[in-house]
């Protein structure tokens, strides 16, 4: 999974309420990198994400506000990766989306998954905070991980055995970290 381009989609995450936290990358630059920057590129993350088969309608009020969920979640999920007392203001947006309902689902036909039965944005951003919630308030909060690698950004769900992984992602950020290691050690 190598990253060609800043500004795609990063699905490394482990949940799709991690995983929207990483629609705004680079953090550690002045503005970092705006995945989300338009209505239309958060009804394509919706369909990249899985939680629909096909875009939604995305008004500008929605991606507002959608954004603001996303900065909640990431100042919830630091505060725990950094075990800082939990943002006040981003509980209050996240627990606005998550009093909302999620998207109706319905099992095939042959039982074997279930479907959104045509969801809408406000719809899926609830199901998102759902997941944020479930995530921040049970037992695997304090798996949440920030990337080791001094560049990125980026949090994920450790699901490691041992609890131990330390890159959001081995094939970018493990690898990049690694040939710094070894190179440092070559030119010493």
């Known amino acids: 999974m190598v990253f060609q381009d800043e500004a795609a989609f990063r699905f490394v995450g482990g949940r799709v309420s991690v995983d929207l936290t990483a ?10 990198v705006e995945r989300v920057p338009a209505p239309a590129d958060l009804a394509r993350w919706f369909v990249e994400a899985g ?18 969920l996303r900065e909640a979640l990431y100042r919830l999920m630091r505060g725990r990766v950094l075990g800082e007392p939990l943002d006040r203001r981003a509980i209050d947006v996240v627990n606005g989306w998550a009093a909302k309902a999620p998207p109706a689902v ?3 036909a042959d039982g074997s998954e279930k479907r959104l039965v045509k969801p809408t944005a406000g719809e899926l951003l609830a ?3 759902h997941d944020g919630v479930d995530l921040l ?3 695997h909060a304090n798996r949440l991980r ?10 994920y769900l450790d699901a490691s055995r ?8 081995m094939e ?14 070559d030119a010493e």
Request: hydrophobic share 30%.
């Open 127 to 129: 199901l998102v905070a």
């Open 146 to 155: 920030e990337c080791s690698r001094d560049t990125c950004t980026l949090l």
């Open 23 to 32: 629609t705004r990358g680079l953090r550690w630059r002045d503005r970092g």
């Open 137 to 139: 308030g049970g037992p």
């Open 162 to 169: 041992a609890g131990s992984r330390r890159w959001c992602s």
């Open 172 to 185: 970018v950020c493990g690898s990049r970290d690694k040939m710094v290691r070894y190179r440092r050690r």
């Open 106 to 108: 319905r099992l095939t």
């Open 51 to 68: 939680l629909t088969a096909s875009p939604v309608p995305v008004s500008a009020a929605t991606h507002r506000s959608a954004l603001e």
